[in-house]
């Protein structure tokens, strides 16, 4: 089982930047694929980023270019660096884990087996 908790979220405004932490649980962390999803209200959940065990990284079109992914497999933790914010990045931020697949889609949410909490990101303008 693994357990995944996100911090960093935050207000800030429109062309601001925001780090967010995904901290994992358990021994195998570097075997995992993880993902960061963000759901806005009245929408449905969608893929932002994602980086694979092998450090290989796949992003949303809407945030390439502004939107950084990374992990440390030391300390067990993903981040998602997010740089030029728009008001339309507002929502909840899940980050997400999965054990390493090359065969499964990295985008859908539907392929991941672990997910965090959540955490509020509002973009004011």
């Known amino acids: 089982q693994v357990q995944l908790v996100e911090s960093g979220g935050g207000l800030v405004q429109a062309g601001g930047s925001l780090r967010l932490s995904c901290a994992a649980s358990g021994r195998t962390y570097s075997s995992y694929d993880m993902g960061w999803f963000r759901q806005a209200p009245g929408k449905e959940r969608e893929f932002v980023a994602a980086?694979?065990?092998?450090?290989?990284?796949d992003y949303a079109d809407s945030v390439k270019g502004r939107f950084t992914v990374s992990r440390d497999n030391t300390k067990n933790t993903a981040y998602l660096q997010m740089n030029s914010l728009k008001p339309e990045d507002t929502a909840v931020y899940y980050c997400?884990?999965?054990?390493?697949?090359?065969?499964?889609?990295?985008?859908?949410?539907?392929?991941?087996?672990?997910w965090g909490q959540g955490t509020q990101v509002t973009v004011s303008s």
């Open positions: 997400a884990a999965r054990w390493s697949s090359t065969v499964r889609g990295i985008k859908g949410a539907v392929f991941y087996d672990y």
């Open positions: 980086i694979r065990w092998s450090g290989s990284t």
